[in-house]
């Protein structure tokens, strides 16, 4: 087989595949790499400097001498045709030394900036770096923090062609193993053309029913390594600055990287307001919609009064009244999520004060219907996912339509319905209200309290088999 004439044959001469002939002796070697992910300097200081060198050597001593004395670390023998194109398309630079031997040096280009703050996952006190697109620097952030052999990686390569380095890292002693073996065969079957992020992956692990997600992505390496040390999986994929943490529990979501650089009385307290935030995010629009539709006798007559007062001239129901005024909303959120960040967050601002005062003197809505949407909605960005985020939109349509229907009986029905979903949720066969159904006294010293460590706390018994963890 010719493989220069394959290769140029398959890619159909593309401007960016480089093919350099030298003919040394009796023997020719041909040189391919790719220029725009190949380092150029590194082929010429640590390839073509050392071939000018040579003289005199046999076909054998030349291929050893050029797999001994290459100044690299990363050079393979290649024996088929498939595994050079893999090479080739990762950054190596092929030599082919008589189209018969074929080595593979590294020569990668560093096509992605260093590590930078993260951009959803604020912190106050932690550290301030973040996951970028490489996966070596990835793992990089990870080992610094990790200093310990047991952290082993088990790679995959998915995607019919991206061929996307997928990563499984674990701390052996620490996480069951059948959690890593379950894990490995969900992604051995994952059958796709291409994986261009992480989140690619979540349809393929995540076949729970629940609206709420049973993934967790982040971007910081603090809160990643925390989650190793607890007897969980890290999902690292090339090209994405998002690393998946399996499984995850409905309560890792009202968690976050800060909780652990404080006071635990502060971080309790910071822990309860976004219970109660996701509390009013789901039911404060339903409530109101059944205390002015269906419930009116249970306010107070001054409040009563000065609800119809404002309602008077809305020609709406408080239900279509409140489904127009969330739908403004998420309009306006998905606006300034798209808009350029050079315009800022003006025009959402701008459009938000202007449109709702302007509905106002217009009769459209009333002024508290706007109050309820307007804390529904910033108690719901209180939590980071923005997955946790879409799911509490749904849960709040829910209850809303129930609660226009049967008043506060379908509020009742909503939160009935929601416990269910949640309660019914499985994050790779673990129990998603985990460590609350089933109950584990041990563990809600972290749950939505943080109580102060002992000296000496349990792991997780569901995740880890070590059974003592440090301070």
Do not use: C
């Not at 970028?132 to 923090?145: A, D, K």
């Not at 998915?158 to 380095?165: A, P």
């Not at 690619?200 to 390496?221: A, D, G, Q, V």
């Not at 007559?301 to 009244?321: D, H, K, M, T, Y």
């Amino acid at each position: 087989m010719n493989y220069v004439q394959k290769i140029k044959e398959e890619s159909e001469n593309a401007d960016d595949y480089i093919y350099k002939d030298i003919k040394l002796n009796d023997n020719i070697i041909n040189i391919i790499n790719i220029e725009t992910i190949t380092s150029s300097d590194d082929i010429n200081n640590f390839i073509l400097k050392k071939i000018s060198f040579l003289e005199n050597l046999q076909t054998n001593d030349l291929v050893n001498y050029l797999y001994n004395y290459l100044p690299t670390t990363s050079i393979n023998k290649i024996k088929d045709y498939d595994t050079l194109k893999d090479k080739l398309l990762n950054g190596y630079t092929i030599l082919i030394i008589n189209n018969k031997e074929i080595l593979a040096v590294e020569t990668r280009r560093n096509l992605t900036s260093g590590p930078r703050e993260t951009d959803y996952e604020k912190t106050i006190l932690g550290p301030k770096d973040a996951f970028i697109e490489h996966y070596n620097t990835n793992l990089g952030l990870i080992r610094r923090r990790i200093k310990n052999i047991n952290l082993h990686t088990k790679s995959f390569s998915l995607g019919k062609y991206t061929k996307t380095k997928v990563s499984l890292l674990y701390l052996n002693g620490i996480v069951k193993k059948e959690l890593v073996n379950k894990i490995s065969k969900k992604l051995q079957k994952i059958n796709i053309d291409g994986i261009i992020d992480s989140n690619y992956l979540k349809k393929y692990l995540n076949t729970s029913k629940s609206l709420f997600p049973t993934l967790k992505s982040t971007e910081r390496p603090d809160l990643a390594s925390e989650a190793l040390l607890e007897g969980k999986v890290l999902l690292l994929v090339d090209n994405s600055p998002e690393v998946l943490i399996l499984p995850t529990f409905f309560i890792d979501f009202f968690h976050t990287s800060d909780d652990y650089y404080q006071k635990s009385i502060n971080a309790s307290f910071i822990r309860l307001i976004r219970l109660i935030a996701f509390i009013i995010a789901i039911f404060l629009p339903a409530i109101y919609v059944a205390l002015t539709t269906h419930n009116p006798d249970s306010m107070p007559i001054n409040l009563l009064l000065s609800f119809q007062s404002q309602r008077i001239s809305v020609p709406f129901p408080a239900f279509v009244e409140a489904i127009l005024m969330i739908i403004a909303f998420e309009i306006l959120r998905e606006s300034d999520i798209r808009i350029p960040s050079t315009m800022g967050s003006a025009v959402s601002i701008l459009g938000g004060l202007v449109l709702g005062d302007a509905a106002v003197n217009a009769g459209i809505v009333s002024p508290i219907m706007i109050i309820v949407v307007a804390i529904s909605a910033i108690s719901g960005l209180l939590i980071q996912s923005i997955e946790a985020i879409n799911s509490i939109r749904w849960y709040r349509f829910l209850v809303i339509i129930l609660s226009s229907i049967f008043g506060y009986y379908g509020i009742f029905l909503g939160t009935i319905l929601i416990l269910t979903n949640l309660s019914d949720a499985k994050s790779l066969d673990k129990d998603y209200l985990y460590p609350f159904a089933p109950i584990n006294f041990q563990e809600q010293e972290d749950g939505f309290l943080k109580i102060s460590k002992p000296k000496v706390k349990l792991r997780n018994p569901i995740l880890s088999n070590n059974k003592v963890r440090g301070k």
